[in-house]
């Protein structure tokens, strides 16, 4: 219990105490007290007087809230395609699943500006989300306004994270254009995030598969080709080494790509990288049900085969994977998202995502901690911490600190749960975890000292989320530690052969 502060606050009541439960943050684990004023964590200790309300943990796991670093809300999709979720379900289903803070997308489409893009999400967020939120920005428009203007006070507004597709006609950057990207977010201080699917690759498989009449869900994956995914990281962590500018893969899913990654990092590479529960507990196989029924589990890139599934805990538990986000995209199985062409739908037309904001946490509290692959400070890191590190939210978020938000989940580590629709917040009609065993759920869940989630009910209103404007995230600061951006290019440039 080396850095537990017993700093208290004898002259206020605590407006709430969570007393005598099993503390975990990514590095510690300890028994203590926590007590809350104002929203923030004001003291650590054990023995704290009564609070104006008391919640015992005793013989529960007392974590931060996890902080859900991917997932689209009321989004358009790369094919044009509207989430089911806004931004009340999305925070209500994030809440009941262990959540205290998302990051969702503001998505820039071709044509929109940056500014009005992330005014719109950023009023309708404020009406409905009920716990907090931060915004990454995804970018498809990169004229002078976006890039010499907006983008730069979006940043300086607290919206440091950019991310970029390599596929999706309607979505894609050219390296050229991801040059300027990373140039840009090294500049002003953000970090890049990265879709890395070779957009050629994938259209003439595609094209090939939809030539014979192959067109069941299936061919998704068939076309989604690993190595389109391996060839796209190895391309754009090529530009980030030129430029030597940080960036985040985010939803790995393949072997390979995964032992790319690992090789650039061990050179040295700003590299960082996500995974996500669709490529830790599905795999291609559930693609291929009968009928449409395997658009339930399409998303891309899609999940694969069980060496890849294997390969995506190896790079969690080494530590060549620092997220572990839901990647939620809601689609419901209908006209509106999985199904516009109903049973005749072929894979090209099908909404690509997958549901999961809820069912995240628990799902890697079960396989991951309880089965003894992670240690609960792993599970803390993989879940909140680094979420909160990498995207400038830390110490404020992901931690359990004095000064802290009291962001704060307790976890019932016997409660045996059978993942069903039913039991799940969001607006979409299925799941594709249905039937999946748990055991452990968190079943209180505090947000800014605020009880969101008591005993499975809601206790929050609509709206009472509040923006998170991020700082520079921890990636971008290590890389400016070491160098100058402007230096950089200038070296690139003017340096004589
Ligand atoms: O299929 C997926 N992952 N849909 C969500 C959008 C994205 O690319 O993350
Ligand atoms: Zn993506
Ligand atoms: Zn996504």
Redesign the pocket.
Known sequence: MTTINTQTHLNRAFDLVIRNGKVATATETFEADLGVIDGKIAAIAAGLPTGKRDIDARGRWVLPGGVDSHC?VEQL??MGLMCADDFYSATVSAAFGGNTTIMPFAAQHRGDSVREVLEDYSARAEEKAVIDYGFHVIVTNLDDQALKIDLPQAIRQGVTSIKVFMTYERMKLDDYQILDVLALADREGALVMV?AENNDVIRWLGDRLVERGLNAPKYHAVAHSGLAETEATNRVVTLSRILETPIMI??VSEAETLDCIRQAQQKGAALYAETCPQYLFLTAADIDKPGVEGAKFC??PPPRDERCQRAMWQGLIEGTLSLYSS?H?PYRWDETGKLPKGEKTGFREMA??LPGIEVRMPLLFSEGYLKGRLTINEFVALTATNHARMYGLYPRKGSIAVGADADIVIWDEEREITITNDLLHDNVDYTPYEGMKVTGWPDTVINRGRVVIDNGELKVTRGSGEFLPCGLPEPVAKARASRNPEALIRKLVDTPL
Do not use: K, P
Request: charged share 10%; with cysteine; aromatic share 0%.
């Open positions: 689209h999709s790369g879709h985010v939803h998303c891309s990647d995209a690509n995502g």
